[in-house]
C-alpha cells in the first residue's frame, strides 16, 4: 500500500482545547500507525499566500486505510470535535504518488 499524508493547517481561536489534544491525540495517531513528521508554528510563506495558520501539522500513515480509520475513530472524535470549535482548521490527505509520473522513486499517480 502507498503512504499516506495528512496535512492540517489550523488557525487557533480559542486554544482551550489545546492541553487536551496535545496530551491524548498523540497516542491515537500511532495506534493507527501513524506518526507526526512536524507540528510546528514555525511557518515561513516562501510563495504566494499563506494560509494564516497558527500551527501546521504534517503526519504519515502506511496507508490511505489507516488515515482514514485515525479520523474516523471513535476515541479521536471529541478531541477533533473540541480542535474544530476552537479553530479554523482544514485537514487534507495525500498519498505518496506523483501526479506527473516522472520522479522514479515515487508511484505514478493522479
Known amino acids: 500500500p502507498l503512504a499516506a499524508f495528512l496535512i492540517c493547517h489550523v488557525t487557533v481561536k480559542d486554544d482551550a482545547w489545546m492541553a487536551d489534544y496535545i496530551q491524548n491525540v498523540h497516542s491515537i495517531v500511532e495506534k493507527h500507525g501513524g506518526k507526526y513528521l512536524s ?3 514555525n511557518i515561513t510563506t516562501v510563495e504566494g499566500e ?3 495558520a497558527s ?10 486505510t489507516a488515515l482514514n480509520a485515525f479520523v474516523a475513530d471513535p476515541e479521536y472524535k471529541p478531541y477533533a470535535d ?13 498519498d ?3 501526479a506527473a509520473g516522472t520522479i522514479p522513486y515515487l508511484t505514478p499517480g493522479g
Not at 470549535?85 to 485537514?91: I, R, V
Request: no cysteine; charged share 20%; hydrophobic share 45%.
Open 50 to 52: 499563506g494560509s494564516g
Open 39 to 41: 507540528r510546528s508554528a
Open 96 to 98: 505518496d504518488t506523483d
Open 82 to 94: 473540541a480542535r474544530i470549535a476552537g479553530t479554523a482548521s482544514s485537514f487534507e490527505s495525500i
Open 55 to 64: 500551527i501546521i501539522a504534517l503526519l504519515e500513515f502506511p496507508s490511505m
